[in-house]
């Protein structure tokens, strides 16, 4: 069934109203994957995932993915659907959620996003677009070789007299996002504030509501967290870790950065001990969970679920 905009004079004809998109969103650990595999029975729904590591074939204990038992309750999308020396971006996620929720909503069924990337799934459900394109790797390589060699402060300069308004928003120091901005006006021919304006007023062809799981209490998630980290070590974590890496995870330009993974490389070198790689990914986790946490607060949610 295709839940329908609700508008609030009860104005527009069932023909009208846009189809529902629902996303669940929270950190890592809440048990989004849990309440989104109900939400999609009851509402009869197909997930999509919303996680930027969960695209890779073969990371699966580390990322928590739906195994076979969910899969064939309700259909996944987005799920090992890049081998793991591939770079993913938001822009590739793009392009294969929306072709995923136009499938879905073509057969009749809700599109249920479940992810902790904000920034993918916030794209999706906003419709904007990514304004910086394609990278520019030769540009993007003098801009850093010239913050080496002049300082940030410098190349922030340079980005004040391009685009003084993303240069009142940069801080000098965040040379990576100043980087950004230099190449979008260099690249469009607009500055970065003008494309993200434009991007801003695209709109999706659905309506969303967004479901946010937390926690009233910060230290009730990093319990769960410690526990899904056990969780993930007894289900053979460090022997899907060691796999990987004899794929060639360690060069990948994305995969290699995922937390549950990275960790184990200083101890594959003998640098480091097991148990400093639990500890390891225990507080890279919840450090991600504490960004994941202020990224949702800023979005709009319809709904809140605490756990």
């Not at 995870?249 to 290699?256: C, D, K």
Request: charged share 30%.
């Amino acid at each position: 069934m295709v839940h329908h905009l609700n508008y609030p004079d009860g104005s527009g004809s069932p023909e009208d109203r846009l189809p529902e998109v629902i996303a669940v969103v929270g950190p890592t650990a809440i048990g989004k994957s849990a309440y989104a595999l109900e939400l999609a029975k009851a509402c009869g729904g197909e997930i999509v995932s919303g996680d930027s590591m969960q695209v890779y074939r073969g990371m699966d204990i580390g990322t928590a993915k739906a195994g076979p038992g969910e899969r064939k309750e309700i259909p996944h999308h987005l799920l090992d659907i890049a081998e793991i020396d591939e770079a993913f971006s938001a822009g590739k996620f793009l392009d294969c959620a929306e072709k995923a929720v136009r499938d879905i909503l073509s057969r009749g069924k809700t599109p249920v996003i479940c992810g902790g990337t904000g920034l993918y799934i916030e794209l999706l459900l906003t419709g904007r677009k990514l304004s910086d394109g394609t990278p520019d790797e030769r540009l993007r390589a003098e801009l850093f070789d010239y913050a080496e060699k002049h300082g940030a402060e410098a190349l922030h300069g340079m980005l004040a007299e391009e685009d003084p308004e993303a240069a009142a928003a940069i801080h000098p120091n965040n040379v990576k996002r100043v980087v950004r901005a230099i190449e979008i006006c260099r690249r469009s021919g607009m500055t970065k504030t003008e494309a993200d304006r434009r991007s801003k007023e695209t709109r999706q062809s659905f309506s969303s509501r967004v479901i946010r799981m937390t926690c009233r209490d910060r230290e009730a998630l990093y319990e769960r967290i410690e526990r899904r980290v056990d969780e993930m070590f007894s289900r053979g974590l460090e022997n899907e870790v060691r796999e990987l890496c004899a794929r060639g995870l360690r060069e990948s330009p994305t995969a290699s950065q995922a937390i549950g993974y990275k960790e184990f490389y200083p101890y594959f070198d003998g640098l480091i001990s097991i148990g400093d790689v639990r500890a390891a990914i225990v507080a890279n986790t919840r450090h991600y969970a504490k960004r994941q946490e202020t990224w949702f607060r800023r979005m709009h949610a319809d709904e809140t679920v605490f756990v």
